[in-house]
């Protein structure tokens, strides 16, 4: 059953839809009320992170295990889409509830805010 907060693999577009590459994202919620979700990507280019918007995600983190990731991890905030859920191949692992949470309104801020 798909769910919000899970981390799960899918073919991830590139931003000019030239192609698009396997990798980790995290489900944001539902879309719709078909089986669309919001993604945002998770990377381990830890350096890439966007300042008071990407969170990062380390062993330190008290869900990281629970996450199924490797290593440290950004989720991408300023990479999100829209996918229809059969290109969501399998969970790998979820973040907490709280997580996801602080992620949703971090995410809001930044949409609200002008910069």
Do not use: H
Not at 2 to 17: E, N, S
Not at 39 to 53: G, H, I, K, P, R
Not at 67 to 95: H, W, Y
Request: proline residues 5%; positive net charge; aromatic residues 6%.
């Amino acid at each position: 059953m798909k769910r919000a907060g899970q981390i799960v693999l899918t073919p991830f577009p590139y931003t000019d839809l030239s192609g698009a590459k396997l990798r980790p994202v995290l489900m944001l919620r539902q879309a719709s009320r078909f089986d669309d979700w919001l993604v945002c990507m998770v990377s381990s280019q830890v350096q890439q992170a966007e300042t008071n918007l990407d969170e990062i995600l380390t062993p330190a983190d008290p869900d990281f295990a629970n996450s199924g990731l490797k290593a440290p991890s950004v989720l991408r905030l300023s990479r999100l889409a829209v996918l229809d859920g059969s290109r969501l191949l399998g969970s790998i692992g979820a973040i907490s509830e709280e997580r996801l949470g602080n992620v949703r309104q971090r995410l809001a801020k930044w949409v609200a805010s002008e910069r």
